[in-house]
């Protein structure tokens, strides 16, 4: 799960802090910062992505005009999520933590906790996880949720990546392919996915960081490898 970074109120043309009338106002300001992503599944979608509100609105509407409480998420995240109530100290954020390290991912569009994480933040990623739905594993023609199977496709379009990388490291022109690759993974969504995929090579791996408009780089050192965010992840 992409780390993202919100950054703060957005301004006003004199320069005062914007002040939403309606939460709906602050899509375009969330997708400037962040990208096209739901903050959740990480999915790219260029129509449908609504603005979340991290504690729901309805059993806090104090915090439903709050910028700090926006995230994107798609119509599954969203309404798997829905009105629970969130206590968000139980949970692992993207805003907040470096959710690149908690969780693994595998070619078959699954997804499960980080094994390397400690017991308590085990706890805390699963309640991420099951907050969203992201282990719902539909298999049906009919099903809405397609989160997994487009997982899924995304392993295969970045092991295809690496093939080509590969190929073009051995003829020498590796650089070239660099930045092509940071275009087409953010092209394509799924950051976490890529990065794991292309692990082995940090400057395909900065080239990703940079490419995801919002991504919180201070969870990376300068070899890209993953830095905790908080005293906790
Ligand atoms: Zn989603």
């Given at each position: ?112 906790v980080n094994p390397a994480l400690s ?24 099903a809405s949720d397609r989160r997994w ?85």
């Open positions: 799960m992409r780390p993202v970074e919100r950054g703060p109120v957005p301004l006003e043309a004199d320069g005062s802090n914007k002040v939403f009338t309606s939460y709906g106002n602050a899509r375009r300001d969330l997708i400037d910062r962040m990208g096209q992503y739901c903050a959740y599944c990480n999915q790219k979608l260029p129509s449908s992505l609504a603005v979340e509100h991290v504690q729901p609105k309805s059993l806090n509407p104090t915090l439903e005009l709050e910028w700090s409480n926006f995230l994107l998420g798609c119509t599954n995240c969203n309404s798997t999520k829905g009105a629970q109530p969130v206590n968000l100290p139980d949970y692992l954020w993207p805003d907040v933590h470096n959710t690149h390290m908690a969780f693994s991912y595998t070619p078959d569009g699954k997804i499960d017991d308590a933040l085990k706890v805390k990623a699963q309640k991420m996880l099951d907050l969203v739905g992201l282990q719902n594993y539909p298999d049906n023609a009919t199977l487009n997982r899924k496709e995304a392993f295969v379009k970045a092991n295809l990546a690496l093939l080509l990388y590969q190929s073009a490291s051995a003829k020498g022109a590796a650089e070239e392919c660099e930045k092509l690759l940071g275009f087409w993974a953010c092209d394509n969504g799924f950051f976490s996915i890529w990065m794991q995929v292309f692990n082995a090579y940090p400057t395909v791996k900065r080239q990703i960081v940079l490419s995801f408009k919002g991504t919180a780089d201070t969870c990376f050192d300068t070899d890209v490898n993953p830095l905790q965010r908080t005293a906790e992840l």
